[in-house]
């Protein structure tokens, strides 16, 4: 099941828009940090090949990014809130 900042409306309604962005031009990785060897997200680029990301707090929207950096800093902010650590400042 979805987490619950993937079921609003707002979050589908970004979704939707991104969808329409990036068919039609593409886009620019949104995480602070990008993995990938270029931060465009190509035009026409398959659904499976990006997320729309959210700041550390889960709370907003940021826009798209690459799915291998927004599952990286999903899972780094997960291993520091496990870990009891403040997950929503990086240091950069």
Do not use: F
């Not at 099941?1 to 068919?23: D, F, L, N, S």
């Amino acid at each position: 099941m979805a987490k619950p900042q993937h079921r609003t409306p707002e979050y589908r309604a970004a979704v939707k828009h991104w969808e329409g962005v990036i068919a039609r031009q593409g886009a620019t990785c949104a995480e602070a940090v990008c993995l990938m060897p270029s931060r465009e997200i190509p035009q026409g680029a398959a659904r499976s090949t990006w997320h729309v990301c959210h700041d550390t707090s889960g709370t907003v929207i940021l826009g798209p990014g690459h799915w291998q950096c927004n599952l990286s800093e999903a899972g780094k902010r997960g291993h520091a809130k496990q870990m009891g650590r403040d997950a929503t400042r990086w240091v950069l």
